[in-house]
């Protein structure tokens, strides 16, 4: 059974630091994208990375290009997103996605109705 679970959210102030973390297992990363997503209250669920596993390959939104950074460690089946410069506009429920022999690309990574399997999400709260 495939399950992703997030962890790293909490409240921060803008202008600050967060890592999300997304254990993996069921799966092996190898031939898998992983990514995020977010869904802040009122809006649409969007894309926010997402990562090839077999090359490292990775693409972000523009409203975070410079700011989050997306990383894999296949030894352990985790993946990060590294936050920084934190906005309130950043301020969401963070999905962690996989998605099963797939590429990260700026297509998939906008859209939801690609990604095979979702996490429980994680709160980010930031606060100006």
């Known amino acids: 059974e495939v399950q992703l679970v997030e962890s790293g959210g909490a409240s921060v102030q803008a202008g600050g630091s967060l890592r999300l973390s997304c254990a993996a297992s069921?799966?092996?990363?190898?031939?898998?994208?992983i990514g995020w997503f977010r869904q802040a209250p009122g809006k649409e669920r969007e894309g926010v990375s997402c990562i090839s596993s077999n090359d490292g390959r990775s693409h972000y939104v523009d409203s975070v290009k410079g700011r989050f950074t997306i990383y894999s460690d296949n030894v352990k089946n985790t993946i990060y997103l590294q936050m920084n410069s934190l906005k309130s506009e950043d301020t969401a429920v963070y999905y962690c996605?996989?998605?099963?022999?797939?590429?990260?690309?700026?297509?998939?990574?906008?859209?939801?109705?690609?990604?095979?399997?979702w996490g429980q999400g994680t709160q980010v709260t930031v606060s100006a």
């Open positions: 996605v996989a998605l099963e022999e797939g590429d990260c690309n700026i297509v998939v990574v906008n859209t939801t109705s690609y990604w095979d399997y």
């Open positions: 069921g799966f092996t990363f190898d031939d898998y994208a």
